[in-house]
Nanobody, 121 residues
């Protein structure tokens, strides 16, 4: 599966952005999907994940209550709604697909190219 992330941009603290990840190829619904982010000088970290049918979602503590992950298997897309953004949310955001759910990068075999999110104070 190939993934294309979009929707990043520059936003003021307290604002919102909605990231999208479009998948091509077959069997999108076989994959658990995740969002990760990498800030300058830092390791990539898990942000949010969603199960194959969308029935299960899980989040990093740092974004819980502010971010919402969702998916549309018919449209082969996954979204990350980000509200109440903070400067520390500034990072390149990546979508990823894997056959097993979880927080670890190694569980995700397919990655999109990343989209930049910048939150100004």
């Amino acid at each position: 599966v190939q993934l294309q992330a979009s929707g990043g941009g520059l936003v003021q603290a307290g604002g919102s952005l909605r990231l999208s990840c479009a998948a091509s190829g077959r069997s999108f619904s076989r994959y658990n999907m995740g969002w990760f982010r990498q800030a300058p000088g830092k390791e990539r970290q898990f942000v949010a994940g969603i199960s194959r049918n969308g029935g299960g979602t899980y989040y990093a503590d740092s974004v819980k209550g502010r971010f919402t992950i969702s998916r549309d298997n018919d449209e082969k897309t996954v979204h990350l709604q980000m509200n109440s953004l903070k400067p520390e949310d500034t990072a390149v955001y990546y979508c990823a697909a894997g056959l097993s759910p979880g927080y670890a990068e190694y569980l995700y075999a397919y990655w999109g190219q990343g989209t930049q999110v910048t939150v100004s104070s």
